[in-house]
């Protein structure tokens, strides 16, 4: 089953909750990096070594009849697909037999704000969503086009992950990051993933990166070179589903 709320929105699962992101390394992180919305390129440029996969080991994928929150931008909102039920979450939702809460702002990250004028951590105050047993967080695509600097989309993305454990402690949750898109260069998208896949990394939660695992995403989108079409969301959900299974065991 999938609840949305405007463009977005699904509700309901349980599951093996994993320990909490590591409090200190967070509260370190935050100090580094100050504010995080932008309108234009953010920082200055910057690198660290990818970390392919990130993160720590899932927990098993919850049981059918768990509520899921799907937390992102206009990928989980399903622009480009037909339908709702067309889109990569309801698919994903599908497949374990979950219920999904899907909450989605087009042009939204960790640092853009989009057409709602409100980056992640924002949002979640606003959206507040009742408490799920798997949050699957996608994004970083948007971020692509400002972030010059891999600090700033770093400390942005541990303050979501640190804000998601202080409302909902216990609860597991998975970084989907930013596939490769012909509208947005590569070394752009390479650089948000390699902040988010560190941010998995200190944060405890597991990271899947379509850009580091060869994702072909790039061959399944609309017209805009950046959205999913209906085969584009299926395999979306295909591959996360998979991610899923094999990091839970």
Same mark, same amino acid.
């Given at each position: 089953?999938?609840?949305?709320?405007?463009?977005?929105?699904?509700?309901?699962?349980?599951?093996?909750?994993?320990?909490?992101?590591?409090?200190?390394?967070? =509260?370190?992180?935050?100090?580094? &990096? =100050?504010?995080?919305?932008?309108?234009?390129?953010?920082?200055?440029?910057?690198?660290? /070594?990818?970390?392919?996969?990130?993160?720590?080991?899932?927990?098993?994928?919850?049981?059918?009849? /768990?509520? &899921?929150?799907?937390?992102?931008?206009?990928?989980?909102?399903?622009?480009?697909?037909?339908? #709702?039920?067309? =889109?990569?979450?309801?698919?994903?939702?599908?497949?374990?037999?979950?219920?999904?809460?899907? %909450?989605?702002?087009?042009?939204?990250?960790?640092?853009?704000?989009?057409?709602?004028?409100?980056?992640?951590?924002?949002?979640?105050?606003? &959206?507040?969503?009742? %408490?799920?047993?798997?949050?699957?967080?996608?994004?970083?695509?948007?971020?692509?086009?400002?972030?010059?600097?891999?600090?700033? #989309?770093?400390?942005?993305?541990?303050?979501?992950?640190?804000? $998601?454990?202080?409302?909902?402690?216990?609860?597991?949750?998975?970084?989907?990051? *930013? *596939? $490769?898109?012909?509208?947005?260069?590569?070394? !752009?998208?390479?650089?948000?993933?390699?902040? $988010?896949?560190?941010? !998995? =990394?200190?944060?405890? &939660?597991?990271?899947?990166?379509?850009?580091? #695992?060869?994702?072909?995403?790039?061959?399944?989108?609309?017209?805009?070179?950046?959205?999913?079409?209906?085969?584009?969301?299926?395999?979306?959900?295909?591959?996360?589903?998979?991610?899923?299974?094999?990091?839970?065991?």
């Amino acid at each position: 089953m999938t609840r949305r709320h405007g463009r977005a929105g699904r509700g309901r699962a349980r599951g093996v909750r994993p320990a909490s992101p590591l409090v200190l390394v967070l =509260a370190l992180a935050l100090a580094l &990096v =100050a504010g995080c919305t932008a309108t234009g390129p953010v920082g200055a440029p910057g690198g660290a /070594s990818p970390s392919a996969g990130g993160g720590t080991d899932a927990p098993a994928p919850p049981p059918p009849g /768990s509520r &899921v929150l799907f937390f992102g931008d206009s990928y989980t909102a399903g622009y480009g697909a037909s339908s #709702e039920e067309a =889109a990569f979450p309801a698919l994903t939702a599908a497949d374990f037999g979950w219920d999904a809460d899907v %909450r989605a702002g087009p042009g939204t990250g960790f640092v853009a704000g989009g057409g709602v004028g409100q980056v992640y951590l924002e949002r979640l105050g606003t &959206v507040d969503p009742p %408490r799920p047993d798997l949050v699957v967080l996608q994004g970083g695509l948007n971020d692509a086009r400002l972030v010059q600097d891999t600090a700033v #989309e770093r400390t942005a993305a541990l303050r979501f992950l640190a804000e $998601l454990d202080r409302r909902f402690p216990g609860v597991p949750v998975v970084l989907l990051g *930013p *596939p $490769l898109v012909p509208s947005i260069p590569d070394v !752009a998208v390479r650089r948000v993933d390699r902040a $988010l896949a560190e941010a !998995a =990394a200190q944060a405890g &939660v597991r990271y899947v990166s379509p850009a580091q #695992e060869g994702w072909d995403v790039a061959s399944r989108l609309t017209a805009d070179d950046l959205h999913p079409d209906d085969d584009g969301h299926a395999y979306l959900a295909a591959r996360l589903a998979a991610a899923l299974r094999a990091s839970g065991g």
